[in-house]
């Protein structure tokens, strides 16, 4: 079974700053991949980054960084130059690496608030 | 052009109706799903179907049935709707083999009374 658990679950940043939001997880699995997805208020869900298990490298997609670090089972993501636009739930996933039916098992979310 | 597109976006009804939820992708992918979201924003997945056969199903209680016409289209059927029922429905879809993002559609709203 896998499991997936934040934190944090709701933060105000100013706009400008990085912020990180906490992720740690939980799988009997050799190969996995984890992923952020960002929700704003109009609801629908929004692939931010994706890191795999035996990825030797950091995901970075724009201001977005994957913060991997196998050992503590943590996969904390990184905002850089927050932007109001940011404001929104986020959530950490995992899901095994198989051929088919990759599901994915999800956090609680963090309400992340931009501030002016 | 809309990749994974579900319909109706909103879905108020009473309980014991019966509803349905369409979902279609346009991406070519051969793999779809359906998630649930709690009002605590709690996000489950209940199936997920592969070149049209179901290959998850999460415990979810037999009043609802998924069905696969084709791999680019994954509907879900509701039965005997309850008040626990009411939460926001999210189609996704993906490639299967290697470990592919989930590509979700806008959700489907369903309030029952």
């Known amino acids: 079974a896998q499991k997936i658990t934040q934190t944090q679950p709701g933060m105000f940043v100013q706009e400008k700053e990085a912020v990180t939001l906490d992720c740690t997880y939980d799988t009997s699995d050799p190969s996995y991949g984890l992923f952020w997805y960002k929700q704003p208020s109009s609801g629908e869900m929004i692939f931010l980054i994706y890191q795999g298990s035996y990825d030797q490298q950091n995901a970075t997609e724009g201001r977005y960084s994957l913060n991997f670090q196998k050992a503590r089972k943590s996969a904390n993501l990184v905002i850089s130059a927050s932007q109001l636009g940011d404001s929104a739930m986020y959530f950490c996933?995992?899901?095994?690496?198989?051929?088919?039916?990759?599901?994915?098992?999800f956090g609680g979310g963090t309400r992340v608030l931009v501030k002016p | 052009d809309t990749a994974v597109s579900q319909t109706p976006k909103y879905l108020v009804t009473q309980m014991g109706n019966d509803k349905s939820i369409k979902c279609e992708q346009n991406l070519g992918h051969d793999t779809m799903y359906w998630y649930k979201q709690d009002s605590k924003k709690f996000l489950k997945i209940m199936f997920s179907y592969n070149n049209k056969e179901l290959i998850i199903n999460e415990t979810v209680p037999n009043r609802f049935s998924p069905k696969s016409p084709d791999k680019a289209h994954l509907n879900l059927h509701i039965n005997s709707l309850e008040l626990g029922d009411s939460a926001v429905y999210f189609c996704?879809?993906?490639?299967?083999?290697?470990?592919?993002?989930?590509?979700f559609g806008p959700g489907t709203r369903l309030t029952v009374l």
């Open positions: 996933a995992m899901g095994p690496i198989k051929a088919a039916g990759n599901k994915l098992t």
């Open positions: 996704a879809s993906s490639l299967a083999g290697n470990y592919n993002e989930q590509f």
